[in-house]
């Protein structure tokens, strides 16, 4: 749900975190985001920078120049002053990425951790078992027949959380407790309601059951699509998930290395918040493909 | 230009605060663990308290000059030695062409060391800094940690050898364990019960081994949550302290699942579980001096309070501080 106001909240000396709602419901996202954006075209006072993710943003600011209170009071004006997100249509990029579900690199990875941390269900019939999905087919079906919604960047440099924008895609799982302390570059995880694609190897805690040999984040930028950010995903940019061989994953993992891999992005589209939610509603949202 | 003969264990360059600015895409701001003896060390050779420098922990490196040099050595006490003769921490000192400065004695107490070099290091900068980000392969010397055979320069400074650092103005890095370690309750302190928050408050945390410059996991007693944490839309994950992906402060005492991890430096920027405290920047100079087995009590302040720690380490870290 929206919260009626904004709730913000402490979080150390240097930071808040201004709460919108409690759900992955786009609207916030929207709201976090149209946050963001203003303080970077309107700078409030003591404001260092932002991070905006699914229902929330977390604000870094320098307590030097204003204190929480002041701060608090000129956010939640700024945050007032943004209009009803259902309005919004904003330019949405779409990316295909190859994805090898079940690939066995992040099976090899939940194996390791089983041996050295903690015994545990093999992520996808964790996955399968929370959602009442009958088999791994069924499991790559639903998850690959949605388009994705790049709601953040965050958690490591260039990783995208991931909404799943069609309701009927939409699947939940428990975290990993403890978390791993390791994750094959390129894993396709969720954890809660959110999936998620990591761009190197790294500690995680999303239940992982595919894996894309497309670099998502490039620091020596070697690709074209790289020239403005080293991070592939900004966003409001959409992913659909192309399911794979092995085959045509190491082709395309041998093509990634010797620089000829070009990436299937389209730039032509146009997300509007209302058609969307439209849409949402007019469909049954229980139901599975 | 400085030789590295042995690099110790993840020597390091860093800058103060660090890579800040890009938190939006995923970068955290990296830095010095202990900047209260980093800035210290900068102040000491006369340059600005933020100019990159080198941060050893465990085991120090051995590094040759190949040309004079000003520098100074702060922190854990690694019983630094140049050419072997024993070098004071806490002071400026001058470095002939060819001498080797050695830290390779591990610390008794404390575990980070700080060498600055009047100048400040000259790495090319990365996103505006120059602190290694070592997992993420970036900034500093290659996107690494020191490597043997590794050479690289520093600016021309106007240091002097000399300049002490009052003993009144250095952080108590061998006070060791417990350490009283301060929070500031929230962003998510409502989703854990009075039970909870009261043993996390009255408990002994011993840090884990399994602890790096991402995070520093704890181990002590179960945490208890409210209804908040039980009654929530399934998006949020179906463990206790599961909430929708948000962003972290660094500082944040991080529940994964039953397991606080304060999240430092080079940690995530967001995730999906609840930060019930956090640890004020004036505290993080105890995170940084502190080793796998020891203990952590903690400790609330408001947030005025932590404001006002951070105000006062500011003004330690200024010139009236040396002798």
């Known amino acids: 749900m929206i919260y009626d106001e904004p709730r913000f909240l402490l979080a150390g000396d240097r930071y808040l975190l201004i709460e919108f709602g409690n759900t992955m419901l786009l609207d916030l996202n929207f709201l976090a985001q149209g946050l963001a954006k203003k303080l970077e075209e309107e700078p409030v006072k003591g404001v260092i920078e932002t991070a905006p993710c699914f229902a929330s943003m977390l604000v870094h600011y320098d307590p030097e120049s204003v204190s929480f209170e002041y701060l608090v009071a000129a956010l939640r004006e700024v945050a007032g002053s943004l209009g009803s997100p259902s309005n919004i249509t904003v330019p949405s990029r779409l990316f295909y990425l190859p994805a090898m579900y079940f690939d066995p690199w992040t099976e090899e990875c939940v194996a390791d951790y089983c041996k050295k941390i903690a015994l545990k269900e093999k992520d996808p019939e964790v996955v399968m078992r929370a959602n009442g999905l009958s088999s791994r087919e069924e499991l790559l079906r639903v998850h690959s027949g949605t388009e994705y919604w790049v709601a953040s960047l965050g958690f490591w440099p260039g990783l995208p959380f991931l909404k799943a924008l069609d309701p009927r895609s939409t699947l939940n799982a428990p975290k990993y407790n403890p978390p791993r302390t390791n994750t094959p570059a ?3 995880g969720l954890g809660g309601g959110a999936n998620s694609i990591y761009p190197v190897a790294t500690p995680g805690g999303y239940q992982i059951f595919a894996r894309t040999p497309v670099p998502i984040w490039d620091p020596k930028q070697r690709f074209d699509v790289f020239e403005h950010s080293i991070c592939l995903f900004r966003p409001g940019d959409r992913i659909k998930f192309m399911p794979c061989s092995r085959q045509e994953f190491e082709d395309v993992e041998r093509r990634v290395e010797d620089g000829s891999y070009v990436f299937n992005v389209v730039e032509y589209g146009q997300f509007s918040v209302s058609q969307y939610n439209a849409w949402v509603a007019s469909i049954d949202a229980e139901a599975r493909f | 230009m400085i030789e590295v003969i042995k690099p110790g264990l993840e020597t390091c360059i860093q800058d103060w605060p660090g890579r800040i600015g890009y938190l939006n895409q995923g970068f ?14 900068n102040l000491l050779v006369g340059n600005q308290v933020g100019d990159a420098a080198i941060e050893c922990q465990y085991v120090g490196p051995v590094l040759k000059f190949h040309a004079d040099a000003i520098i100074a050595v702060t922190g854990a006490n690694m019983h630094p030695t140049l050419d072997g003769e024993a070098v004071p921490l806490w002071e400026s000192i001058a470095v002939s062409a060819g001498a080797t400065l050695t830290l390779s004695k591990p610390p008794q107490a404390g575990v980070r060391t700080y060498v600055a070099i009047s100048g400040g290091i000259d790495v090319d900068p990365w996103l505006n800094s120059r602190s290694t980000f070592a997992k993420a392969k970036v900034g500093g010397v290659n996107g690494r940690a020191l490597r043997a055979g590794d050479r690289f320069k520093w600016h021309a400074g106007k240091g002097m050898a000399g300049r ?7 952080p108590p890095v061998e ?6 370690i301060e929070v500031v309750r929230g962003p998510n302190d409502d989703w854990i019960d009075e039970a909870g928050h009261d043993r996390f408050l009255s408990s002994d945390w011993k840090l ?3 602890s790096d410059r991402t995070g520093f996991r704890l181990e002590g007693p179960q945490w208890t949550f409210t209804e908040k944490a039980y009654n929530k839309a399934p998006e949020h994950g179906s463990v206790p302290s599961n909430i929708v992906d948000q962003g972290y402060p660094i500082g944040a005492i991080n529940l994964a699942g039953q397991t606080p991890i304060i999240l430092v430096n080079d940690g995530p920027s967001m995730g999906g579980f609840i930060n019930p405290y956090t640890v004020p920047s004036a505290a993080f100079w105890k ?8 203990i952590y009590r903690f400790k609330t302040v408001s947030v005025d309070e932590a404001q006002q720690m951070a105000r006062a380490l500011t003004v330690i870290c200024q010139e009236d501080s040396i002798a």
């Open chain 2, 28 to 41: 955290p701001p990296s830095g010095p663990m202990d900047s209260w003896s980093f800035r210290l060390a």
């Open chain 2, 164 to 170: 002490r650092v009052k003993p009144s103005a250095r």
């Open chain 2, 175 to 180: 006070g060791g364990s417990p350490w009283t």
């Open chain 2, 208 to 210: 884990s081994g399994k």
């Open chain 2, 287 to 294: 995170l940084g001096q502190s080793r796998p087995g020891e």
């Open chain 1, 186 to 188: 390129g894993s396709i």
